[in-house]
């Protein structure tokens, strides 16, 4: 599979981008899918998900200012992302779950495969 992440960028506090992550090998709407960021030193974090059944969980720090999607026509993942915050700024990178349901310990791990990241500045 490969995940192809666009749609970056520098914005400022406020603003929105949205994210698009293009899937190939695999039909994007039946895998679980999930977005992650990492700042340079720290942890990766993870943003939220979606599944086969598209439930969809997000991470306690989007409080509502993100939104997840899919088009099955382009086989493509987005992350709509709406006052957006300087703390905001990583790398957002999308990822793939070779299974319909995503990890269920845990939607935050299980993932087999990553894209290359996209960058995203607020300031």
């Known amino acids: 599979v490969q995940l192809v992440e666009s749609g970056g960028g520098s914005v400022q506090a406020g603003g929105s981008l949205r994210l698009s992550c293009a899937v190939s090998?695999?039909?994007?709407?039946?895998?679980?899918m999930g977005w992650f960021r990492q700042v340079p030193g720290k942890e990766r974090e993870w943003v939220g998900a979606v599944d086969g059944e598209a439930t969809i969980r997000y991470a306690d720090f989007v409080e509502g200012r993100f939104t997840i999607s899919r088009d099955n026509a382009k086989n493509t993942l987005y992350l709509e992302m709406n006052s957006l915050k300087p703390e905001d700024t990583a790398m957002y990178y999308c990822?793939?779950?070779?299974?319909?349901?995503?990890?269920?310990?845990?939607?935050?791990?299980?993932?087999?495969?990553w894209g290359q990241g996209t960058q995203v500045t607020v300031s």
């Open positions: 990822a793939f779950r070779h299974g319909y349901y995503c990890y269920s310990e845990s939607w935050t791990r299980g993932y087999d495969y």
């Open positions: 090998g695999y039909t994007v709407s039946r895998y679980c």
